[in-house]
T-cell receptor, first 115, second 114 residues
Framework: AQSVTQPDIHITVSEGASLELRCNYS??????LFWYVQSPGQGLQLLLK??????LVQGIKGFEAEFKRSQSSFNLRKPSVHWSDAAEYFCAVASVYNQGGKLIFGQGTELSVKP | DTGVSQNPRHKITKRGQNVTFRCDPISEHNRLYWYRQTLGQGPEFLTY????????KSRLLSDRFSAERPKGSFSTLEIQRTEQGDSAMYLCASSLGASTGELFFGEGSRLTVL
């Protein structure tokens, strides 16, 4: 069965510092991979997605993620964090065979940003 | 606002009562999804529609839960005989087909069962 693990429940970084949020997935083939962000009182918003091709994908708000098949990972990175990045981040996977677009989410990583 | 709209945003009810949530997707989107999110967890898939057809239901969706999308536009999620374990945020999302996998989420409807 597909699953997603986000090992870090809560991370605190200083504003301007770099960020890496970890995501590991379990799936028998190459999945579709996503990162979503959820800010308080707002709906989940797609940051970026990976389907195929270049394993380094760029997203909105200066985020990027790298797909590493050998490690079953899809970590999210940002070189310099802004206070407005404080939010909950979710990694998600979808089956390439699932035409329904159903997503399996990790439990999330809450990001706090220190001034 | 042309995003996904959910109502009500908050619902407090007593155990045993029925509740209904409504979701209005982005108008041109033919797929509509319901997810449930509890505190400290990621969203869990409940069901999805393509147009008016309900194509998949999770095992999380017990017999007390029913979802409809009668005309392929808005959708309702009804929970009968609510239990305290039903307390959660119910999220609706829509998409244009499935090829991109990008779901557009509403802000959610929070249910508290006393």
């Amino acid at each position: 069965a597909q699953s997603v693990t986000q090992p870090d429940i809560h991370i605190t970084v200083s504003e301007g510092a770099s960020l890496e949020l970890r995501c590991n997935y379990s799936y028998g083939a190459t999945p579709y991979l996503f990162w979503y962000v959820q800010s308080p009182g707002q709906g989940l918003q797609l940051l970026l997605k990976y389907f195929s091709g270049d394993t380094l994908v760029q997203g909105i708000k200066g985020f990027e993620a790298e797909f590493k098949r050998s490690q079953s990972s899809f970590n999210l990175r940002k070189p310099s964090v802004h206070w407005s990045d404080a939010a909950e981040y979710f990694c998600a996977v979808a089956s390439v065979y699932n035409q329904g677009g159903k997503l399996i989410f990790g439990q999330g990583t809450e990001l706090s940003v220190k001034p | 606002d042309t995003g996904v709209s959910q109502n009500p945003r908050h619902k407090i009810t007593k155990r045993g009562q029925n509740v209904t949530f409504r979701c209005d997707p982005i108008s041109e989107h033919n797929r509509l999804y319901w997810y449930r999110q509890t505190l400290g967890q990621g969203p869990e898939f409940l069901t999805y529609f393509q147009n008016e057809a309900q194509l998949e239901k999770s095992r999380l969706l017990s017999d007390r839960f029913s979802a409809e999308r009668p005309k392929g536009s808005f959708s309702t999620l009804e929970i009968q005989r609510t239990e305290q374990g039903d307390s959660a945020m119910y999220l609706c999302a829509s998409s244009l087909g499935a090829s991109t996998g990008e779901l557009f989420f509403g802000e959610g409807s929070r249910l508290t069962v006393l």
